[in-house]
């Protein structure tokens, strides 16, 4: 079993910056990829990015490519997103996943966080 638990939740105006963390426990967290989703309220849950085990491959969904930044630092089971130039259209839950393939699609992941708010104002 995997436990994941995200921090970093915050209220910043468009054009800032926020880093999220997603600390996990359990299962090896170096043999898992670790995935970024978020839902807007109405909307349905959507991928952000993914990073491979080793750190290397990333990849972004379009809508945040060239102002987000995924990592991990496998020697302290932590992924981190890090959010700049924000935009109130990133307003949403963010939440933390694991999986063991290479996929951006959230059934594909086995293990969630519990989301963590991100609201930017205009």
């Known amino acids: 079993q995997v436990q994941l638990v995200e921090s970093g939740r915050g209220l910043v105006q468009a054009g800032g910056s926020l880093r999220l963390s997603c600390t996990t426990s359990?299962?090896?967290?170096?043999?898992?990829?670790m995935g970024w989703f978020r839902q807007a309220a109405g909307k349905e849950r959507e991928f952000v990015s993914i990073?491979?085990?080793?750190?290397?491959?990333?990849y972004y969904t379009e809508a945040v490519r060239g102002r987000f930044t995924i990592s991990r630092d496998n020697t302290k089971n932590t992924v981190y997103l890090q959010m700049n130039n924000l935009k109130p259209e990133d307003t949403a839950i963010y939440y933390c996943?694991?999986?063991?393939?290479?996929?951006?699609?959230?059934?594909?992941?086995?293990?969630w966080g519990q989301g963590t708010q991100v609201t930017v104002s205009s």
């Open positions: 996943a694991a999986t063991t393939l290479w996929t951006v699609h959230e059934a594909d992941y086995d293990y």
């Open positions: 359990g299962r090896t967290f170096g043999n898992l990829a």
């Open positions: 990073i491979s085990k080793n750190g290397s491959p990333t």
